[in-house]
């Protein structure tokens, strides 16, 4: 995780101070040499309610411009974010500036006193957004070095444009980043389609403000996965799009021969939702209640039922649920399918006549990723029907 410069900008409730990085990197520049160097701070540092970076440009000691870049929550609490940048008006160890907030169009002024202590920095004034005025008193502060700096920047969006399997990404993952201008219209090309939408990527941060790009991740039937990434990347501002991890884990996967179960181009849905209920009903020892697939992410969903052995005269019910997932074994034309299911969710209920003994509990399943206790080898015994491979994780190679 990059390091962060945060100061805290409470746009409601204002609260003192501001902190830098404590790092000590002492500076190895000849004197008199022009270099660029940053102030950043420990990522979390003042309740991680603002993101700050300080570039000052420095002929040996004397600071000759300085650029203030801060991003913070656009209200108290809000998930959305809001950013200035300030150049900084440079006079001795004073650094002043006036700018407008780039979102909410607030003007913002800074004023700031810098005192070299040492090998470290000490930061003293105040930074107004709107009518909010924050007093900054931070001390002890270090620096990096331009190298440094964009060492830190490097981050990955998990996007894989062309995976050569789905051992790495998941087939029905996938993502797309797209310029900030164009995301909105994007987005909007989404209603009607079937597929979903990252809630949690629709939240603009700050890294994807600094970028100007935001990652959306998607889901949708692997059947129609490489048809969407594909319109995407033609759409305006799209500047990448591919798939990227999501449900799939390979130790609950198998592989195996596409002949037998597809009719003609398409997966035969029915006859593997046929196929795994009953494997699934022997393995859990339990009567198939149901299957039913997600339109828009190709996931089936299979429920199952059998008597509760937690007080046998009750006559209580388990119902278990299990998830799957039936996809080509790689992207493009391919002879194998690949078959994944998660681990049961078992809860009980009383569904007997009459009356009913009201249950409280928390539903059971495989949170660790290891085999559950429920699973009864389900994984292994759709391997031998469907004549599959299992993956072996320590060769990285289908067995």
Known sequence: MRARFL???????????????????????????IETRYFTAIDGLMDGNADVILKETRQGKTVTAATLD??????????????????????????TGTTQSLGDKLPVTVKLARKPTGDTFEFRGQITIGQAVTEVTSTDNSDLSEKEFLDNQTSDDGITPAPKDFTDV???????RVKLDAALDFLKSLK???????????????????????????TADPERTAALIAKARSMPGVVAAGWTSGSVEMDRTIRFAAAEWRDGDKINKDKIASATSGVLAKTLAAKAAGTEWNANTGKLKLTFKRPSPVYPPLALTESIEVTALVSPDKPGASD???????????????EGTGPKLN?????TGDEEGG????????????????????????????K
């Open 7 to 33: 100061l805290l900008l409470g746009l409601v409730t204002i609260s003192p101070s501001l902190a830098f990085a404590q790092m000590k990197l002492p500076s190895k520049t000849a004197p008199g040499a």
């Open 359 to 363: 249950l409280s509990e928390e539903s």
């Open 70 to 95: 801060v991003c913070y929550p656009a209200a108290k609490g809000a998930d959305r974010k809001d950013r200035f940048v300030a150049n900084l008006a440079v006079n001795g160890q004073s650094l």
């Open 371 to 398: 085999e559950p206790k429920d699973d009864n080898g389900s994984v292994e015994a759709l391997a031998k029907e469907f004549k599959g491979q299992r993956w072996d994780a320590d060769k990285s190679v289908w």
């Open 336 to 350: 194998r399918l690949m078959l994944w299911i998660s681990s049961p969710v078992i809860t009980t209920a009383d």
């Open 170 to 176: 998941s087939p029905e993952a996938f993502g797309v």
């Open 192 to 218: 009607g389609e079937a597929v979903e939408v990252g809630l949690s990527s629709l939240s603009i941060s700050c890294d994807a403000l600094r970028a100007g790009e935001q990652t959306i991740n998607l």
